[in-house]
């Protein structure tokens, strides 16, 4: 049997027969059918990508029945347990692990640029205290461009490669600073001598001593949610790196425009509202009446469903089994226990169990976070700071996809016909 689509058009009789390619068709053969003059070929309509592939990709593959997710092939799980993040952000970059001597360049070229201008202590100090530490980040990350026009040259491979080093360094750092601000405390900055998990937890937690020693376990975990949150395909903040990134703005302001894709409660921002979601529920017996009005409609079950998962989220899996273990180090959380029966009774209700909705990413990194010390408005730019990683292998992968142009759907025009103008006195 042929690997093609037989398509007729019953306007006009036309038939056409179109290739089909790694499971997809070309959107751009059934511009061949048109029922007139006027029109412009047949479009296809499909609000929020629901079935569209908008490219190819050779970076993170999902299963999402199976509920499975690799990294340049590297199962999840395995890469949680025996890898690091920033050996993760190469493999992601480069599509192969590194050998140790490649490790070791990766890891000295991203922290000896972990710093940030002098300046940009003075711009964060202009924004209000309670200034949410997203909008902080997204901002800062977006000025960064001002700093580096020589990112710019996109299609200079030296220039990506340093891009790359600033912006997976500088994140965590533009991160530190947001929430120092936002306590009134002064900056830390990075000790090159903590790993990259490390560093961070100095930069936000480092008080008057010497030198800042993170727990063990607690950067572990930190680690490990890093990884997890590396990459995962063509999500709504990627396809805004990858989108924006197409008219070729420098990597810093397609960054700016993937950090605020994320910043949204339904993407990235869930995490944080999860956790403001068990504050609200309160204690366990009020989990029925929660639950109900989830099924009413008046609200959702934040950190629960996903576009592509209609299985356990396999990062829920890795960061719930987590979640004992730091939590063994840090002390229990009352919110985790409404957590883990929120998550049994809705697992066996019909309602969430019809619609195949299982506890996504956010559904317990929340509690790790805030366990962590980590302030509930700084989960989303927890998420971000990984993310980087995935946004930058997706956006120069798309910079090299000799099919991608600028990304510019198209519209099913329904409003109405040509008219005059009526001056304002007439109308
Ligand atoms: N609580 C209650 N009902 C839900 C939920 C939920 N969390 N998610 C989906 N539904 C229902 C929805 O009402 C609809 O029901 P019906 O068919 O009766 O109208 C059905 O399930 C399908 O929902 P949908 O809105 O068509 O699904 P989607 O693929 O457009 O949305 C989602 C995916 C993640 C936006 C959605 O599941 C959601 O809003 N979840 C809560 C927010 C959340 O946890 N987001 C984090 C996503 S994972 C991290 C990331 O990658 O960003």
């Given at each position: 049997m042929p690997d093609t689509l037989t398509v007729r058009d019953n306007r006009t009789g036309k038939t056409i027969e179109i290739p089909i390619e790694h499971g997809a068709v070309r959107a751009t053969a059934f511009e061949q059918l048109t029922a007139g003059d006027a029109d412009h070929g047949l479009m296809l309509y499909d609000p929020a990508f629901m079935n569209t592939a908008s490219c190819t990709s050779t970076i993170t593959f999902i299963d999402g029945d199976q509920g499975i997710l690799l990294y340049r092939g590297y199962p999840i799980e395995q890469l949680a347990e025996q890898s690091t993040y920033l050996e993760t952000a190469y493999l992601l970059v480069?599509?192969?692990l590194p050998d140790a001597q490649q490790e070791a360049e990766w890891r000295h070229d991203i922290t000896i640029h972990t710093l940030v201008h002098e300046n940009v202590k003075?711009?964060?100090d202009g924004f209000h205290h309670d200034a949410h530490p997203m909008g902080i980040l997204l901002s800062t990350v977006g000025?960064?461009?001002?700093?580096?026009p020589d990112a710019t040259q996109i299609y200079d491979e030296e220039q990506r490669r340093i891009s790359i080093y600033r912006l997976i360094a500088k994140m965590p750092t533009l991160a530190a600073l947001a929430y120092r601000h936002s306590i009134g405390l002064p900056f830390n900055y990075p000790d090159n001598d903590l790993s990259f998990a490390g560093n961070f937890l100095n930069m936000m937690f480092k008080m008057v001593e010497q030198k800042y020693r993170p727990v063990p376990e607690i950067e572990h975990a930190l680690d490990v949610l890093f990884i997890l949150h590396a990459d995962h395909e063509q999500n709504c903040s990627t396809n805004a790196m990858?989108?924006?990134?197409?008219?070729?703005?420098?990597p810093y302001s397609a960054t700016a425009a993937a950090v605020a894709a994320l910043y949204g409660p339904l993407h990235g921002g869930a995490n944080e509202a999860v956790v403001r979601m068990m504050e609200r529920i309160g204690s366990v017996d009020r989990i029925p009446e929660f639950v109900?009005?989830?099924?009413?409609?008046?609200?959702?079950l934040m950190g629960f469903g996903h576009r592509v998962y209609k299985n356990y989220d396999p990062r829920a899996q890795v960061i719930k089994r987590m979640a004992d273990q730091v939590l063994g180090v840090t002390g229990t959380s009352p919110l985790l226990e409404i957590a883990r029966e929120l998550e049994k009774i809705a697992l066996e209700?019909?309602?969430?169990?019809?619609?195949?909705?299982?506890?996504n990413v956010d559904f317990y990194s929340g509690f790790i976070y805030k366990a962590l010390g980590i302030p509930v408005d700084m989960f989303p730019v927890l998420f971000a700071i990984p993310r980087v990683a995935g946004w930058l292998s997706q956006w120069e992968e798309s910079l090299l996809d000799k099919e991608q142009k600028i990304a510019r759907p198209r519209q099913v025009y329904l409003g109405g016909g040509r008219r005059d103008y009526v001056p304002l006195d007439k109308r």
């Open positions: 480069h599509g192969e003075k711009f964060i000025a960064l461009s001002t700093f580096y990858r989108s924006v990134g197409s008219s070729h703005p420098d109900a009005g989830v099924k009413a409609g008046k609200e959702r209700d019909e309602y969430f169990v019809s619609r195949k909705l299982y506890p």
